[in-house]
């Protein structure tokens, strides 16, 4: 489900929460000490948290809340032969190009496209120079015409097993997850007793050996995916791919995203991946414009066939209650059609960081301006920050503390901050996502009040202390 898109300059919106990300401890550069690596990221403090809420809420919405999927938790590393199978070892590769002028190495399938014939205009030398496109595409870096051919590279990351490199002992770190619910298929249905149609989910870190990384953790060579399949009776493909491809939809508005960056778009015919009778993209508008989130394809039953073939183990699901079409009885082995939802964890991290990130400039009563992140309740990093008005009073500060080991008890993520000024307190908190929170201050001492502050409209209202754990829980139901 390749993305479809032209590069422009990275805007200005993508700075900001790549320094929102290191300044505030969502993202690192990997490596940072030594220079950082290329493409590779760690998670920080409040990252984790993130990444960890966006993963939990998918993993309740596409199994814990239903009946008709259940988990699974492979191996990264899997047999050479389930990747022979699949097609990823012969044919898993993008076109490789080389700018003569610049030298820079970019995905001919990704380039700017020109019309063939044309004449282009590039810096080269720092001089402009033009040059006829002799190929639909020119140089991303430069826009020179000048190019190496294309030369297929394959995306694979190769390992070997044990000790000793013996050639034969070539594994590959997975690339999807999808495979290991393919193969794992009939081990989970006859264990768990399923009848089609039912899904298996999976969620894990992949690797591909991408050409061009790019947005930041939009397109990274390690990443994360939230994979479902989810196996049915052939006829019944279609109605599940318009089925699934809605509530994936939904999934994203119901966490908070705006509807107006969204949209699901179907593949043309000549996008289709070969094994694909019908995918969408679930879209969104990044900074740099509409680009895949998620896929939703048909991949028919193209994957338990391949590796029926390669494995010679019989694949079928018998079902008693179909009948056969040869002999008219009941009873009947047949190889399953799959939908298959297929999104990034880390993608999906950055969407949801655009999606929230708000700035808001100085008002009346309110000298400085405010970043702010708008995240959902349930995917904020921090739930409620316990704020004692002034440092030096102890009895405020250890209220204070008391309150946090209640919300951490009840499983709310609480966070305990006194240093600066209460206005700076709260500043920082909306940098960070959190929704709530909780000022203790003198009132506290003599009637057991606190101030609970709302991040997105800043309103503060006067609660009792027992209710505020519920107050909070009720917002992160909604
Ligand atoms: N099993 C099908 C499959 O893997 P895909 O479109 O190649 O399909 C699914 O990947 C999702 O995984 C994408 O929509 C995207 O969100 C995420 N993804 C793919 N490659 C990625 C990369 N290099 N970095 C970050 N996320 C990636």
């Known amino acids: 489900m390749g993305d479809k898109k032209k590069k422009t300059a990275e805007p200005d919106l993508m700075q900001k929460i790549v320094g929102l990300c290191k300044r505030r401890g969502f993202v690192f550069q990997s490596s940072e000490i030594y220079g950082g690596l290329k493409s590779a990221y760690d998670y920080g403090p409040l990252g984790v948290e993130l990444k960890r809420n966006v993963m939990a809420e998918w993993w309740r919405s596409m ?38 002028v610049c030298k820079c190495r970019f995905r001919a399938d990704k380039a700017p496209q020109v019309e063939v014939g044309t004449e282009v205009t590039f810096r080269a030398g720092g001089k402009t120079q033009t ?23 394959n995306l694979l990351f190769k390992t070997n097993l044990g000790p000793v490199d013996t050639g034969d002992s070539t594994v590959y770190l997975r690339p999807e997850t999808a495979q290991a619910m393919f193969v794992n298929f009939l081990n989970v249905q006859s264990t768990y007793r399923l009848r089609p149609p039912f899904g298996i989910a999976q969620q894990g870190k992949s690797f591909r050996n991408e050409i061009t990384v790019e947005h930041f953790i939009f397109r990274s060579c390690e990443f994360e995916q939230m994979e479902m399949e989810y196996f049915c009776p052939p006829e019944e493909a279609p109605k599940w791919l318009d089925y699934w491809k809605q509530e994936r939809f939904d999934w994203y508005v119901n966490l908070g995203c705006k509807k107006e960056n969204l949209r699901l778009r179907a593949h043309e015919e000549d996008e289709l991946a070969h094994y694909a009778d019908g995918c969408y993209d679930v879209e969104y508008k990044y900074p740099w414009g509409w680009d895949e989130l998620e896929g939703i394809a048909n991949r028919t039953n193209y994957d338990l066939k391949k590796h029926q073939e390669a494995s010679g183990k019989k694949l079928t699901y018998f079902d008693p209650v179909r009948e056969n079409p040869e002999t008219g009885k009941m009873g009947v082995h047949y190889l399953p059609y799959v939908i298959e939802p297929a999104a990034g964890a880390t993608r999906t991290v950055l969407m949801f960081l655009l999606d929230a990130y708000d700035e808001e400039p100085p008002s009346e009563g309110r000298k400085e301006g405010r970043v702010v992140l708008r995240l959902h309740p349930r995917l904020a990093p921090i739930k409620v920050a316990v704020l004692p008005l002034v440092k030096k009073d102890e009895w405020l500060t250890g209220k ?26 709260y500043a920082r908190q909306d940098e960070a996502g959190t929704p709530f929170c909780i000022t203790v201050d003198g009132q506290t001492k003599e009637d057991g009040t606190v101030t609970i502050r709302y991040r997105d409209d800043m309103r503060q209202d006067r609660i009792k202390l027992e209710e505020a754990v519920d107050i909070v829980n009720k917002k992160m139901r909604e």
């Open 63 to 100: 199994v814990h809340e239903r009946e008709d999927v259940v988990g699974l938790d492979a191996s990264i590393i899997m047999s050479p032969k389930v990747w022979q199978a699949s097609g990823h070892v012969g044919g898993f590769s993008d076109p490789l190009v080389d700018c003569k």
């Open 131 to 153: 040059g006829i496109a002799e190929r639909g595409y020119v140089c991303p870096e430069c826009g020179s015409p000048e190019l190496s051919e294309e030369r297929e590279f």
């Open 400 to 425: 204070a503390r008391e309150i946090v080991k209640a919300f951490l008890k009840n499983g709310v993520n609480a966070f305990y901050d006194e240093k600066d000024a209460i206005g700076r307190r």
